[in-house]
């Protein structure tokens, strides 16, 4: 037997390469559990290495072991994205209940993001310095009113919000209003760019409680991936809106561009 993608060779507890049913020599029935977690649902077909089962995850798998799996599952032509979903026990329509916030990934997040500055003077020229793709003040302003929106990251010094203020109704459905409490309305234009291009990954919390963002690429070691998944579960335990009441994180998921999700243990983000 072989399972395909949304199957499990790898054992949930452990993560250690599992035999397939027919190198340990028995058919699967539907229903059956495997590894403890997958359960056989159907058949998909034959394959060169036997019958190809369909299998469902029913239970989640710690953070390591999802990692692995995705892993094994990212096969498409292209360096897909891995991305970590986490349900709140939140109700962002209420003002004291918004979860934002800013992280630094400490393996990078693998993309490569360009990165707009309002600035003027000396502070734009440290924008240029620090890597900034576009640099500029009423001029910048004019382009992104008319639509030109040719960067992923805005950052503006507090003297220039009046300007970019004014900027609200283009950027702000977007998700690229600057906002000092994630570190982009700042005197320090260096380092927010620094970390902008370096791995920074922005994350709010969307109208049905869940917040998801990309913690890397498959082409990451797994140790990476690891490291990037805690440093985002954290991030998002640290942001924690006080009216937020019950569990807090209630149910996460990792998967890949093309690939089915993994579930996670929340319990084991942050261990």
Not at 15 to 33: C, F, H, K
Not at 255 to 266: A, N, Q, Y
Request: with cysteine; charged share 25%.
């Amino acid at each position: 037997m072989k399972l395909p993608n949304d199957g499990a060779r790898f054992c949930a507890n452990c993560g250690a390469l599992m035999p397939t049913v027919s190198e340990a020599g028995a058919d699967p029935m539907i229903g059956q559990l495997i590894g403890g977690r997958y359960r056989v649902t159907g058949v998909l077909g034959e394959g060169g290495m036997g019958t190809v089962w369909l299998a469902m995850q029913t239970e989640p798998v710690r953070r390591r072991v999802a990692v692995k799996l995705i892993k094994a599952r990212a096969t498409a032509k292209f360096d897909e994205t891995i991305e970590l979903s986490l349900n709140l026990g939140v109700d962002p329509k209420h003002a004291d209940q918004m979860v934002r916030g800013v992280v630094s990934l400490p393996s990078g997040s693998g993309r490569s993001l360009r990165v707009a500055v309002f600035a003027k003077g000396a502070k734009a020229e440290e924008a240029r310095k620090a890597g900034a793709d576009l640099v500029g003040a009423e001029e910048l302003a004019a382009e992104v009113t008319a639509g030109k929106i040719d960067f992923d990251r805005c950052i503006a010094t507090p003297d220039m919000m009046p300007l970019v203020g004014r900027l609200g109704k283009v950027l702000g459905p977007r998700g690229m209003m600057p906002n000092p409490k994630i570190g982009t309305v700042t005197m320090d234009i260096a380092n927010a760019v620094k970390g902008a291009k370096g791995g920074s990954v922005e994350f709010r919390v969307e109208k049905a409680g869940i917040v998801q963002a990309g913690i890397g690429k498959a082409s990451f070691s797994e140790e990476k991936l690891v490291q990037n998944v805690k440093a985002l579960a954290d991030a998002v335990a640290k942001a924690k809106p006080a009216g937020a009441k019950g569990t807090y994180i209630q149910r996460v998921a990792v998967s890949s561009t093309m690939g089915p999700g993994v579930k996670v243990e929340p319990g084991s983000l942050l261990g």
